[in-house]
């Protein structure tokens, strides 16, 4: 063999082994959507070791209620928010299963896993539920260099997972730590799970964090819309899924200026208070304790 | 009542339809939603907000030619600005990014 017939060979194999590469990968698209996913026992034993592992401190102060919110085109009539009642909540824990089925949070790996590092939008700081606080002047926002972090005019800090790069400054500038970043590409790992069809699930390299479980609003504003063209949407009706799984109904979702509103309601006898860290940032998601 | 299950006339047409039927699965088509799945889109929104299916389908649906259509954010985004069909005098609507994605 000549040494222009043994370079002849060398790329025919190399091509061959390219279009054989091609023809795999096509394989891989089809079966892309039966990635192997994650038993339910795994998620609740996830969650039950991320609350052994709950940080103990919740420095609360003292907030007044929401009012409209200060950023141009926000709506006059609705914000939305919830108040987690410290009297009646216990840390159980409900809330941050419901929350990952609800939104499809994955699982971590069993190393960022002992290392407390996990997906859960919801988790437990001194024996109570913290997410996000949705600030009506939200560090987040401010820091995205591509418009994926922004605010709705209803008051939700909305995350569009499409256009976030990646850059974690978000996460860099929440002061409670409130958004988690898929470091890992959960789905190809088989640490993610669609339990529920309405949310997508995230792709690595994306934040992540609570959405007040945008897509249940948009949903009813739809549907509302839709039966009754001419009347203002209040988001009546609407829960999170969290407030829907407390037992003791210690999470109370609702407009906070809405007079109608659950949430309307018990601030009006109830103590206001927000995270040290978020209290001067116009928190639209609050703790009540006490009466007054 | 049962008008429907009986053949109506003596129409070979009739006896082809419904021997196919019998014999059809429970759903014989199948659906491919083409709507990536962060986009929201309701259709009765529009409807009811007094939007024609022409506006955005075309004519070819009065003469039987269905599909074909191309859509993208910029459609979207033009009509919710009110650029769009300005004759019409439809109203502007919601372009934040949360109110069409999740």
Redesign the interface.
Known sequence: MDRREFIKSCSLVAVMGLLFGCRKSELLGDIASQFSVPELKRFEDEVKLAMSRAKKSLDLVRVSAPGPLKIPGASPVNRFGMAIDLDLCDGCGKCILACNLENNVPLVPAEDATRGRFMHWVEMRGNAPLMCAHCGDAPCEKVCPTGAANHTPDGISAMMYKRCTGSRFCGANCPVHARKFNFNDAQSLGLARQFNKEVPLRDKGVMEKCSLCLHRLQNDRLAFKTRNPLSEWRGRGVKTACAEACPKNAIVFGNWLDPESPLARLAKTRILYAPREVAALDPSVVFVRGRR | MDCHRLPLTEKPGIETLDSVLTSAPDHPWSHKRFLP??V?F?H??H????VACSDCHGEGYMKNHYGGEKFDMQTCLKCHRGETFKEKGYKPA?T????C??
């Open positions: 799945e962060h929201v309701h009765g929104v409807a009811s907000a007094g919601a934040y990014c949360a109110a994605h999740r």
